[in-house]
């Protein structure tokens, strides 16, 4: 069983940073624990039963090689946490703690290769209902790629909940050409130590602490805030991360791209 994580890009802005170990020393006793080994190499922990968490999702997406339309080296990806249980069935899945969690994307296209695109997401109930429409969609300006970017939607997830999300681009092709990842998301419950969720800790432990507890969102979305020559090793570490396979987005700039706008009505 091939069991990795894949990458979405995503617009973001850098964060300063304190080096390594800066504010670790500094916290009290009974919140040391939740700081470990600045130094110690950066994995995340799959969660177990990745097979049980979801449907079918897409971690890539129209991989297009035509050079009279922006031939790229690498397709549309999803930067998320996948399972591929069979040559028909990719579970892609991963959990947050925020109710308005970050997506992350590497989009391969220039911006003027790009018409337009949409974001989409269900909550689990109406995704199975035919004649329901999505609890959020919104219509993304893209600017600023190929890069790595990030959508943040204006949604509130409820815990415990699962949702469907898709992320679909329309390119400036004569044949209409696009491209489409999706996934699911779930909100967990977890008890977070209070200078991890303060921001008090160390920047690389708090990472630390959610790679350890399998909560991807916030995993990429912080190590990506704090992203500067000081944290490349471990962004390095994470996609080169042999559950994740990304080694190849390493050097893609993390580029302040995506406009986000919820729309009403919209073309499908």
């Known amino acids: 069983m091939n069991l990795r994580i894949l990458f979405l890009s995503s617009s973001l802005g850098i964060l300063g940073l304190l080096p390594f170990g800066a504010l670790a020393d500094g916290l009290p006793a009974s919140e040391q624990s939740a700081a470990s080994d600045s130094r110690a190499p950066l994995e995340f922990t799959m969660p177990s039963n990745m097979e049980n968490r979801g449907e079918s999702g897409d971690v890539e997406g129209g991989g297009n090689r035509d050079e009279e339309c922006f031939a790229t080296d690498e397709p549309l990806t999803a930067i998320v946490p996948f ?50 429409k999505p609890m959020y969609r919104g219509n993304v300006t893209v600017t600023q790629t190929p890069g790595i970017v990030r959508l943040q939607p204006e949604v509130t997830l409820e815990p415990g909940q699962k949702y469907q999300w898709d992320f679909h681009l329309d ?12 996934g699911w998301v779930e909100r967990e419950t977890l008890t977070i130590p209070p200078s991890i969720a303060s921001g008090e800790a160390n920047p690389i432990d708090r990472v630390r602490f959610y790679a350890e507890h399998g909560i991807w969102h916030e995993t990429i979305s912080l190590l990506a805030e704090y992203y500067q020559d000081t944290f490349a090793q471990p962004w390095k570490e994470l996609l080169g991360d042999s559950d994740i396979d990304r080694a190849n987005l390493v050097g893609q700039p993390i580029q302040q791209c995506c406009t986000l706008v919820e729309s009403a009505a919209f073309e499908e």
């Open 83 to 132: 399972e591929e249980v069979s040559r028909s069935k990719t579970i892609v899945w991963a959990l947050t703690t925020e109710a308005s969690p970050s997506f992350w994307f590497y989009i391969p296209y220039p911006a003027e290769a790009i018409e337009g695109g949409r974001f989409r997401l269900w909550d689990e109930q109406s995704y199975y209902d035919e004649d329901a």
């Open 171 to 182: 390119l400036a092709c004569e044949d209409a050409t696009s491209a489409t990842v999706s």
